[in-house]
């Protein structure tokens, strides 16, 4: 069975820093394109980071550009999101994905990505 599960997630200060992991399990991630999405209330799911099988390419959000890395370790079937600086528009649930037919490329859009995780919520509070 395939399984995404993102933890890490909780209620900070603004100005903050929280670390979310997604532990992946049930098939080969280290050759897939990982992503991070988040929702807001009342809003779309929209693209916040994205890591290439290696590692050696990421992108990001303009909304979370220097504030935000995104990480991976395949021997461990782990993909990690580190936030700094949090602001109260960063309050949603998170997401990790998996995009399966991309190695390289980081697709922005949800319809790219096969498998997710049930999310992790963050909050933060100004």
């Known amino acids: 069975q395939v399984q995404l599960v993102e933890s890490g997630g909780g209620l900070v200060q603004a100005g903050g820093s929280l670390r979310l992991s997604c532990a992946t399990s049930?098939?080969?991630?280290?050759?897939?394109?990982m992503g991070w999405f988040r929702q807001a209330p009342g809003k779309e799911r929209e693209f916040v980071a994205g890591?290439?099988?290696?590692?050696?390419?990421?992108y990001f959000a303009d909304s979370v550009k220097g504030r935000f890395t995104i990480s991976r370790d395949n021997a461990k079937n782990t993909v990690y999101l580190q936030m700094n600086s949090l602001k109260p528009e960063d309050t949603a649930v998170y997401y990790c994905?998996?995009?399966?037919?991309?190695?390289?490329?980081?697709?922005?859009?949800?319809?790219?990505?096969?498998?997710w995780g049930q999310g992790t919520q963050v909050t933060v509070s100004s």
């Open positions: 994905a998996a995009d399966t037919t991309r190695q390289w490329t980081i697709a922005v859009v949800t319809t790219a990505y096969a498998y």
């Open positions: 049930g098939r080969t991630f280290s050759t897939d394109t």
């Open positions: 890591i290439a099988w290696s590692g050696g390419r990421t």
